[in-house]
């Protein structure tokens, strides 16, 4: 079943099933189709996120397990809400041992455990390499309770080898505890990029799929499940075949895939899903609101970097280093090691298909033509997932850090080298996207919330101002690294107001992923400190001229979140709303972003907007409104959410409207609204609207009176009240 809409909740310690259940007549009332949940499966103990599964075979015990499971269903399905759940097909966690029991089974019994192939082991390297050791000596290994023990890490000792002194007992096992270090470079088990916590599993194996599919597929036959949110296909060997077997055992579910689409690429038509999770979306509406005038004075600023070389170095320091032990892993099939390290970073998207019949974005060269030669063969899915691997973790998760010129572009899925989108790009792209595609405007996996991307995105119309004030702020109280500060800036006046506590643990993070002055596993403490007392030190000394400018760019930035939330909700898809967006949300990359969100405050904002239109102010209210109007009219009118057609205004600001109409409705909405104001407003640009029309963002209160527009009519007037309007045909 394809829901109208879905709305984006973090599971853990303070969301459970229960509380879920607590909250769903408030989703529903907001206008929701489905409740969109993180992971729901049993996973590590203490895990905040989920993604760290360690029995697919039962609902969380931290969530309330089944009976709280049970009753959540029980809930949604009286209010009519589907359940969509994010399920993780690559990897298990295996952080504690203990608590996942196949894979105890698999250091307790090795090669010979019943759970040997379910994992991506290299059996043939030896013994499991299990990288817990904070160095090279096992000093201090302990035997306690039959098990092999270090510090609070516990480990599983084989039948008939127990004896001896602890280090004598652990050269007898199926397992060696090694040094952190030596994972990134001798791992003998696939894991998820290079988290060595997270091992991968065979789902290419019908057994391995059946076995860690059973529940999730027992949910949706009962229809408790309604959809699934696939995380990471792409680590996959064979994600077209994977997702033909789930289509096969799940033919009614509604299933997105997490692909991360280059700006060019599309989505391999042979997969049975009905789309992505929406960060193509996202790179096409954020982009609208993105001034390309702005471009040169922005890359002056950011010293004009080289993003392609940028890229392409990251890549291979990736492959060299980080994901060595899976470079070496594929030399062990026949080809050279350095061949390898070359070869990787020249793909210009996460991966190829060669086994679904795509290959051109596969580099040429003898990997290639080997690959072409065996597009089953698992030197073709090696290759394919470590290039996977290495741009997640080369572009992505680095130079996304490192690449500061205009950070609102700074995206999974953006290319931060094309300074915003093209209006007929974004129409042409849309009218082609598929209608049961997830959008999404924000994730749990977004560096920046869409509010902050589009407070930033003022910006691009202000580039000489915002310049001055960057190298002024710099003289002033400045990073010692130049990328750093850059980011530093833009996430101040984007996040703004923010505390030091919560501006320090994201330079923290950001400084060490970039790997410039620091990172997290070559620190450096003398600029570890710096970054850690700037934002004190900023706040008290700038604090005053910060918000002077952040009131400057506060105004235009929420004419362009509500923009670009209204153009999400009603262009073609299926639109997510992330927890607690629909009020204005400032929040940046994880954790940062799973917060807990103020559930009481939207429901008592959304019970005062029922009787009057709100301001757009602080409050958020607006874009509450906005939200809560267009999913409920996406809930009750599907129909008028069918088909695309490009909306043009005429006059002197026409470039200022994006909009489109679908099948008797019409979104329209402001974009550069610096500019607009510049140029001295919208004045008598019109729109031409074949019949009449209601604005039903202002439609049904006491004192509407602009809410009929009919023919030619001014663009001022249909945007007296908000920068956007959702028109629905008189008689519809």
């Known amino acids: 079943m394809i829901p109208s809409a879905t709305y984006r909740l973090q599971?853990?310690?303070?969301?459970?099933?229960?509380?879920?259940?607590?909250?769903?007549?408030?989703?529903?009332?907001?206008?929701?189709?489905?409740?969109?949940?993180?992971?729901?499966?049993?996973?590590?103990?203490?895990?905040t996120h989920g993604y760290d599964v360690v029995d697919p075979t039962i609902a969380s015990p931290a969530l309330g397990g089944e009976d709280a499971r049970m009753r959540l269903v029980g809930e949604l399905q009286e209010l009519e809400l589907g359940l969509v759940i994010d399920i993780v097909p690559n990897h298990m966690g295996i952080a504690d041992p203990s608590a996942n029991p196949w894979w105890w089974d698999v250091l307790a019994n090795g090669r010979q455990s019943r759970y040997a192939k379910y994992f991506d082991i290299d059996w043939d390297t030896g013994p499991v390499l299990v990288p817990v050791l904070g160095s090279d000596a096992l000093d201090d290994l302990s035997l306690v309770d039959g098990e092999l023990r270090y510090h609070e890490h516990r480990f599983p000792i084989a039948d008939g080898t127990s004896g001896g002194s602890p280090q004598q007992v652990h050269e007898r096992q199926h397992y060696r505890l090694v040094n952190w270090r030596r994972g990134?470079?001798?791992?003998?088990?696939?894991?998820f990029f290079d988290i060595t916590t997270l091992a991968a599993v065979r789902v290419e194996d019908p057994e391995v799929f059946e076995a860690t599919h059973s529940a999730v597929l027992r949910w949706i036959s009962h229809l408790e499940v309604?959809?699934?949110?696939?995380?990471?296909?792409?680590?996959?060997?064979?994600?077209?075949?994977?997702l033909r077997r789930l289509r096969a055992a799940a033919p009614s579910a509604w299933i997105v895939a997490e692909k991360i689409l280059g700006a060019d690429e599309t989505l391999p038509s042979t997969w049975p899903v009905h789309g992505t999770t929406g960060y193509d979306a996202l790179r096409l509406v954020c982009g609208l609101f993105i001034d390309p005038a702005g471009e040169p004075v922005f890359s002056e600023l950011a010293g004009n970097q080289d993003l392609h070389a940028m890229e392409a170095d990251r890549k291979r320091w990736v492959a060299e280093h980080l994901l060595r032990a899976e470079v070496r892993r594929i030399s062990r099939l026949g080809v050279p090691e350095q061949a390898v390290i070359d070869f990787l970073p020249r793909f210009g998207v996460y991966r190829s298909y060669v086994a679904d019949g795509i290959a051109e974005n596969l580099p040429t060269g003898e990997i290639g033509e080997r690959m072409l030669a065996d597009p089953s063969g698992e030197l073709t899915s090696r290759v394919e997932q470590t290039a996977a691997m290495v741009m997640a973790?080369?572009?992505?998760?680095?130079?996304?850090?490192?690449?500061?010129?205009?950070?609102?572009?700074?995206?999974?899925?953006?290319?931060?080298?094309?300074?915003?989108?093209?209006?007929?790009?974004?129409?042409?792209k849309t009218a082609a996207a598929a209608d049961a595609s997830?959008?999404?405007?924000?994730?749990?996996?977004?560096?920046?919330?869409?509010?902050?991307?589009?407070?930033?995105?003022v910006l691009s119309e202000l580039p000489g101002e915002f310049a001055e004030r960057v190298r002024r702020w710099t003289a002033k109280a400045g990073l010692s690294e130049p990328t750093l500060n850059l980011l530093a800036w833009q996430t101040i006046v984007g996040a703004w107001p923010i505390s030091a506590d919560r501006l320090a643990a994201y330079l923290e993070k950001a400084s060490r992923e970039a790997k410039i002055a620091t990172s997290w596993t070559e620190r450096n403490d003398e600029f570890d400190a710096e970054v850690a007392a700037w934002p004190d030190r900023v706040l008290a000394e700038l604090g005053g001229e910060i918000e002077e400018f952040v009131h400057r760019v506060r105004g235009p930035g929420w004419s362009n979140s509500l923009g670009q939330k209204l153009l999400q909700l009603a262009m073609p898809g299926v639109p997510d709303v992330y927890q607690g967006t629909e009020l204005w949300d400032y929040s940046l990359v994880d954790p940062d972003n799973r917060r807990p969100v103020d559930f009481e405050l939207r429901r008592e904002i959304l019970a005062e907007i029922e009787d009057a239109p709100p301001p757009i102010d602080e409050s958020g209210a607006a874009k509450l409104h906005v939200v809560s109007r267009t999913l409920r009219l996406r809930w009750e009118r599907p129909d008028l959410f069918t088909g695309y057609t490009p909306i043009e205004a005429s006059g002197p600001a026409a470039e200022h409207l994006v909009g489109f109409a679908r099948n008797g409705l019409i979104a329209v909405a402001t974009r550069l609204p610096v500019g607009l104001e510049r140029s001295g407003g919208w004045r008598d640009t019109t729109l031409t609207l074949p019949g009449t029309w209601t604005d039903i963002l202002v439609s049904g209160y006491p004192d509407s009176n602009t809410d009929q527009h009919s023919r030619e009519v001014l663009v001022g007037e249909v945007l007296s009240r908000y920068p956007v309007a959702l028109l629905v045909r008189s008689g519809e």
């Open 11 to 47: 599971l853990g310690p303070a969301m459970t099933f229960d509380q879920v259940a607590e909250i769903a007549d408030y989703l529903a009332a907001l206008g929701v189709g489905a409740v969109y949940a993180s992971p729901v499966l049993a996973a590590t103990p203490g895990s």
């Open 184 to 191: 990134n470079t001798e791992l003998n088990y696939r894991r």
């Open 226 to 242: 309604t959809g699934l949110r696939i995380d990471h296909p792409d680590g996959l060997a064979n994600p077209g075949e994977y």
């Open 393 to 428: 973790k080369g572009v992505e998760d680095t130079t996304f850090y490192r690449y500061n010129r205009f950070t609102a572009l700074n995206e999974v899925g953006s290319d931060p080298g094309r300074f915003g989108v093209p209006v007929a790009e974004f129409h042409a």
């Open 438 to 457: 997830m959008t999404a405007l924000s994730t749990h996996d977004t560096k920046r919330s869409e509010d902050v991307r589009a407070r930033l995105a």
